[in-house]
């Protein structure tokens, strides 16, 4: 399945081992420029092990950014962690206990950095189940079940709707979270760190960000990527952070300025430590990750340009190089009362001097009697010409669900002015939802 393949290189090209870089060269990036910071962490403490730093910096400047932290597991698949505190025998009660003390861990380690708890969303997505949820659980009608909770559902989410182990589910709450927050700076995982939770939300998240930057009028955050584990290896010992000689892993290296630090001075470090001390739980089995962690003089990401939705299958009549573009549809629809299985999860055009090739991704087979049709309007002079195709004249099964497609052909060639919505229908006739109109002009080459 080449669509899955693709993602990974969302972001651009992997890296070479000929592109080693020391830390000393990165270039030093600061949270001062921002309004609002988002925090993405797999697991409760890598919040603090990623971006203490910056949590502790933004604080401190005299007009500190908005940050909001998402812990999108609850660290409650550890049979290590289970063994260490001896809650055996084990049940699922036992790893339903750890998520809440894990929650609280992390919310003590943030209270420590100023984040209040209201700030603090917690999915309850599974531990160990997010690539797995990624690669197999797309739809509502097969979510994926916690071997250590039982869960099928996030039933200890906190501050975060109730919704199954589906990746449709994650998307929808972290789509509905980047509407909501709008940052202008997204700390996530690294889409090539050893450990899969942190690889399947570093997809989620190129996902739904590629799905809101476009090329229209999507905002676009910056996207800074933190590497953590490193074929087993915690990041910060494989490279010592306290070394301004070390250099970068081959498997994470790439030239350019592309690689920043976040220096951390005396006091920074000490916030940072403070706050690492509170993940009781943690220390008899990754104590020394703490402590290196904690060591650091600087936290390091990978900043990603270019977030573009991959290309779909070349067997489909598309244009032959065309590159799809996300369409920001989506906030449109987040009011709309649709049904959950209804719902377009994504947008995509893609345009070349003759036609227009519009996409809807929906989360599994249209449902019945209902049409998603694609209108345009074209103004030529003084008069405006509109017109309706289904958007599943052509369909195709991807991983996620079912796309539907839908080609124009264009009249007015490279530069033309159209608007264009996405209408949803029960029959011809019964409208459902419309999104907003969007207006497009005809690019050159989408490539
Ligand atoms: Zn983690």
């Known amino acids: 399945m080449p669509f899955v393949h693709d993602l990974p290189l969302v972001h651009g090209r992997f890296p070479t081992t000929t592109d080693i870089v020391s830390l000393s060269d990165l270039p030093v990036w600061q949270p001062n420029s921002y309004r609002r910071i988002l925090i993405l962490a797999p697991h409760p403490d890598d919040e603090t092990l990623a971006a203490g730093g910056v949590i502790a910096a933004a604080?401190?400047?005299?007009?500190?950014?908005?940050?909001?932290?998402?812990?999108?597991?609850?660290?409650?698949?550890?049979?290590?962690?289970?063994?260490?505190?001896?809650?055996?025998?084990?049940?699922?009660?036992?790893?339903?206990?750890?998520?809440?003390?894990?929650?609280?861990?992390?919310?003590?380690?943030?209270?420590?950095?100023?984040?209040?708890?209201?700030?603090?969303?917690?999915?309850?997505?599974?531990?160990?189940?997010?690539?797995?949820?990624?690669?197999?659980?797309?739809?509502?009608?097969?979510?994926?079940?916690?071997?250590?909770?039982?869960?099928?559902?996030?039933?200890?989410?906190?501050?975060?709707?109730?919704?199954?182990?589906?990746?449709?589910?994650?998307?929808?709450?972290?789509?509905?979270?980047?509407?909501?927050?709008?940052?202008?700076?997204?700390?996530?995982?690294?889409?090539?760190?050893?450990?899969?939770?942190?690889?399947?939300?570093?997809?989620?998240?190129?996902?739904?960000?590629?799905?809101?930057?476009?090329?229209?009028?999507?905002?676009?955050?910056?996207?800074?990527?933190?590497?953590?584990?490193?074929?087993?290896?915690?990041?910060?010992?494989?490279?010592?952070?306290?070394?301004?000689?070390?250099?970068?892993?081959?498997?994470?290296?790439?030239?350019?300025?592309?690689?920043?630090?976040?220096?951390?001075?005396?006091s920074l470090r000490g916030q940072k430590v403070a706050a690492l001390n509170r993940y009781q739980t943690q220390i008899p089995t990754l104590g020394r990750l703490l402590h290196s962690s904690g060591q650091a003089t600087q936290e390091i990401f990978h900043r990603r340009h270019n977030v573009t939705v991959p290309r779909f299958s070349a067997s489909l009549p598309l244009p032959p190089d065309g590159r799809w573009k996300s369409l920001p549809f989506t906030m449109g629809w987040q009011r709309a009362r649709l049904a959950y299985h209804t719902r377009p999860i994504m947008f995509t055009f893609a345009a070349d001097r003759y036609n227009l090739w519009l996409g809807v991704q929906l989360p599994d087979q249209p449902p019945a009697g209902h049409t998603y049709s694609f209108v345009i309007r074209t103004a030529n002079g003084r008069s405006l010409t509109e017109r309706q195709l289904p958007a599943h004249t052509i369909t195709m099964r991807t991983p996620y669900g079912t796309m539907g497609l839908a080609r124009f052909p264009l009249t007015g060639g490279t530069g033309q002015a159209l608007s264009l919505a996405l209408k949803i229908s029960l029959g011809d006739h019964l409208p459902l939802a419309q999104s907003a109109w969007l207006h497009l002009t005809i690019p050159g080459e989408t490539t």
């Open 59 to 266: 604080q401190s400047l005299p007009q500190p950014p908005q940050i909001r932290v998402i812990v999108a597991t609850n660290g409650d698949g550890s049979r290590s962690t289970a063994v260490t505190q001896k809650r055996s025998p084990f049940s699922t009660e036992t790893f339903r206990q750890m998520a809440v003390q894990r929650q609280q861990e992390s919310l003590n380690a943030l209270a420590e950095l100023g984040v209040p708890a209201a700030d603090v969303a917690f999915w309850g997505f599974p531990d160990g189940g997010l690539e797995p949820i990624w690669q197999r659980h797309w739809r509502s009608a097969a979510p994926y079940r916690s071997p250590t909770t039982g869960w099928e559902a996030a039933q200890q989410a906190v501050n975060s709707p109730v919704l199954p182990y589906t990746a449709v589910g994650l998307l929808q709450t972290l789509q509905d979270t980047l509407h909501r927050f709008q940052p202008d700076v997204i700390i996530m995982p690294h889409p090539l760190d050893a450990h899969p939770d942190h690889r399947a939300l570093a997809h989620f998240t190129a996902w739904a960000a590629a799905q809101n930057r476009g090329n229209l009028d999507g905002f676009a955050p910056d996207l800074l990527a933190y590497p953590m584990w490193l074929q087993g290896t915690p990041w910060p010992k494989s490279v010592r952070l306290d070394r301004a000689d070390e250099r970068l892993p081959a498997r994470f290296a790439v030239h350019e300025d592309t690689w920043v630090r976040h220096p951390l001075r005396q």
